[in-house]
């Protein structure tokens, strides 16, 4: 639909947009203020699941069950049917309903301003606090007050819109939340696009805001790494110490990148970016897709922070994280080992990942060898994969992708007063990695969970932070961004 019939609609409920913004606020202080921390198996999504049921059968919205994979561990979907004039599929909204630990008790000696759930606007920086303001029961709250806005006001849709409330993102595996509707209820989450986190929110480059949507990302693959040596008294000398040889493992891992990689994202991201700098610095994030010149640019034109974002977007990332060796002091053990998060890029394989992980420490190391009387020696590291998942491939020049990023970016645009909207490559992990192996459906998946953060405020770095905080006026603005998106991808009508 065009975008004046989108702002007519706006236009015409004026006075009822401003109470669902108010509505909005108090929805998401209210889910800060449930205590759903992912901290173990006793995590309790299911009364945020159960009280955003109470609010759809209120309003008449068509709902699930709430459905637990364990008891406790609540995921709900919600509906609002199309009459089909569209020939789509759905478009879907979704949000993690669990979030990150935070201080009950000792919240102000851990340094949080305000109670992490007692869901406090500040009055001096107009900040809504909480553990979850971001990430991400923000985007539960938006998406269920445009459910309540559609349904209130009688506005029809072309096709089917779905909101996903989901458990369990934060822990690794994420086995009661999407991965779980995925597999045993994929029939109620299909849908041709989805929207989750992270992207959306204000970003800045050279003063100038741009709003990052994520279309790819990385995925988290466990190595460990093992040294064995003969071990003995710890007052003799030990060539073969594995704690040395697992000391340089970590050494080589923190202080070497991996290989330089460039994908489609990638590619999208940095391009984007350049076209919003003068002409005299546009040069240095489009020659970061060289290999040869992108060391020499981080070590000399970028600051700190910048080669920080920049980095993983460019290489597959490996920190080592848990060391397990000895466990007597006057003894040399037979054996050490390090566990390695490995953040993979998409579409580089297993393979070639381990590939780059065994470039840096020494290839060599892996092999066997033979000593000087020809026997065959093991060799001095065994590398162990354990939990491997695939990330997320996606081309911002893919037709479907395109045609999506192009309404928001057009709904962005004009909001904001003429930020674009750029798509990048997420180093982290979210819900989207389960969401696009949909067994009956690939939907087009994008990270689009908008606020509007004035600069000051570094937003990534809010998410599992001490005070975890959303400004009031940006989130507001986000809700009208999100709506205004609905309506454009389901033509809105009444």
Same mark, same amino acid.
């Given at each position: 639909?065009?975008?004046?019939?989108?702002?007519?609609?706006?236009?015409?409920?004026?006075?009822?947009?401003?109470?669902?913004?108010?509505?909005?606020?108090?929805?998401?202080?209210?889910?800060?203020?449930?205590?759903?921390?992912?901290?173990?198996?006793?995590?309790?999504?299911?009364?945020?699941?159960?009280?955003?049921?109470?609010?759809?059968?209120?309003?008449?919205?068509?709902?699930?069950?709430?459905?637990?994979?364990?008891?406790?561990r609540g995921n709900l979907?919600?509906?609002?049917?199309?009459?089909?004039?569209?020939?789509?599929?759905?478009?879907?909204?979704?949000?993690?309903?669990?979030?990150?630990?935070?201080?009950?008790?000792?919240?102000?000696?851990?340094?949080?301003?305000?109670?992490?759930?007692?869901?406090?606007?500040?009055?001096?920086?107009?900040?809504?606090?909480?553990?979850?303001?971001?990430?991400?029961?923000?985007?539960?709250?938006?998406?269920?007050?445009?459910?309540?806005?559609?349904?209130?006001?009688?506005?029809?849709?072309?096709?089917?819109?779905?909101?996903?409330?989901?458990?369990?993102?934060?822990?690794?595996?994420?086995?009661?939340?999407?991965?779980?509707?995925?597999?045993?209820?994929?029939?109620?989450?299909?849908?041709?696009?989805?929207?989750?986190?992270?992207?959306?929110c204000s970003t800045y480059?050279?003063?100038?805001?741009?709003?990052?949507?994520?279309?790819?990302?990385?995925?988290?693959?466990?190595?460990?790494?093992?040294?064995?040596?003969?071990?003995?008294?710890?007052?003799?000398?030990?060539?073969?110490?594995?704690?040395?040889?697992?000391?340089?493992?970590?050494?080589?891992?923190?202080?070497?990148?991996?290989? %330089?990689? $460039?994908?489609? *994202?990638?590619?999208?991201?940095?391009?984007? =970016?350049?076209? /919003? +700098?003068?002409?005299?610095?546009?040069?240095?994030?489009?020659?970061?897709?060289?290999?040869?010149?992108?060391?020499?640019?981080?070590?000399?034109?970028?600051?700190?922070?910048?080669?920080?974002?920049?980095?993983?977007?460019?290489?597959?990332?490996?920190?080592?994280?848990?060391?397990?060796?000895?466990?007597?002091?006057?003894?040399?053990?037979?054996?050490?080992?390090?566990?390695?998060?490995?953040?993979?890029?998409?579409?580089?394989?297993?393979?070639?990942?381990?590939?780059?992980?065994?470039?840096?420490?020494?290839?060599?190391?892996?092999?066997?060898?033979?000593?000087?009387?020809?026997?065959?020696?093991?060799?001095?590291?065994?590398?162990?994969?354990?939990?491997?998942?695939?990330?997320?491939?996606?081309?911002?020049?893919?037709?479907?992708?395109?045609?999506?990023?192009?309404?928001? %970016?057009? $709904?962005?645009? *004009?909001?904001?007063?003429?930020?674009?909207? =750029?798509?990048? /490559? +997420?180093?982290?992990?979210?819900?989207?990695?389960?969401?696009?192996?949909?067994?009956?459906?690939?939907?087009v998946c994008l990270g689009?969970?908008?606020?509007?953060?004035?600069?000051?405020?570094?937003?990534?770095?809010?998410?599992?932070?001490?005070?975890?905080?959303?400004?009031?006026?940006?989130?507001?603005?986000?809700?009208?961004?999100?709506?205004?998106?609905?309506?454009?991808?389901?033509?809105?009508?009444?």
């Open positions: 639909m065009s975008r004046p019939d989108v702002h007519q609609l706006f236009n015409e409920l004026e006075t009822e947009w401003k109470e669902i913004e108010e509505e909005a606020v108090e929805i998401l202080r209210k889910l800060i203020q449930m205590d759903t921390q992912n901290i173990g198996e006793d995590t309790n999504e299911t009364i945020a699941a159960k009280h955003l049921k109470g609010l759809f059968e209120s309003a008449g919205i068509e709902c699930s069950d709430v459905l637990e994979e364990k008891p406790g979907v919600a509906r609002i049917r199309g009459d089909g004039s569209s020939g789509l599929g759905a478009v879907m909204l979704s949000a993690h309903l669990d979030t990150v630990r935070a201080p009950k008790l000792d919240w102000k000696a851990e340094g949080w301003k305000h109670d992490p759930f007692g869901a406090v606007i500040d009055q001096e920086d107009g900040c809504l606090y909480g553990r979850g303001a971001v990430d991400m029961k923000n985007m539960a709250a938006m998406s269920v007050s445009v459910f309540l806005f559609i349904k209130r006001h009688g506005i029809m849709l072309a096709r089917d819109l779905l909101f996903v409330a989901v458990a369990d993102e934060e822990a690794h595996g994420s086995k009661y939340g999407a991965k779980y509707l995925v597999e045993k209820h994929p029939d109620l989450i299909e849908a041709d696009i989805i929207m989750t986190e992270v992207g959306g480059a050279d003063g100038k805001e741009f709003f990052p949507v994520e279309i790819a990302e990385k995925t988290s693959v466990l190595v460990t790494i093992t040294a064995n040596g003969s071990g003995g008294h710890s007052s003799l000398f030990h060539p073969d110490n594995p704690i040395g040889r697992i000391g340089a493992v970590c050494n080589a891992l923190s202080t070497k990148m991996l290989r %330089h990689r $460039v994908t489609p *994202a990638a590619r999208s991201m940095l391009e984007g =970016i350049s076209k /919003l +700098l003068p002409w005299y610095k546009a040069p240095v994030f489009r020659n970061l897709l060289s290999p040869k010149l992108e060391p020499w640019i981080i070590d000399y034109l970028l600051t700190k922070k910048q080669a920080q974002a920049i980095i993983p977007v460019l290489h597959n990332i490996a920190n080592p994280t848990v060391v397990h060796a000895g466990d007597q002091q006057n003894q040399i053990p037979s054996s050490a080992s390090v566990t390695v998060d490995v953040r993979r890029i998409p579409g580089c394989s297993l393979d070639d990942t381990l590939d780059d992980l065994r470039e840096v420490i020494g290839k060599e190391k892996f092999l066997p060898s033979v000593d000087s009387t020809g026997e065959k020696v093991a060799p001095e590291l065994v590398l162990e994969v354990m939990f491997p998942m695939e990330g997320v491939v996606q081309d911002a020049e893919e037709p479907k992708v395109k045609e999506a990023l192009e309404c928001l %970016h057009k $709904v962005v645009y *004009a909001r904001s007063g003429g930020s674009p909207v =750029i798509p990048f /490559l +997420l180093s982290g992990g979210t819900d989207m990695k389960f969401f696009v192996k949909h067994p009956t459906k690939k939907p689009f969970s908008p606020v509007r953060i004035p600069q000051g405020i570094e937003f990534p770095s809010l998410f599992h932070a001490v005070n975890e905080r959303i400004p009031v006026d940006g989130y507001k603005w986000g809700l009208g961004v999100l709506c205004e998106v609905v309506f454009e991808l389901c033509k809105a009508h009444r």
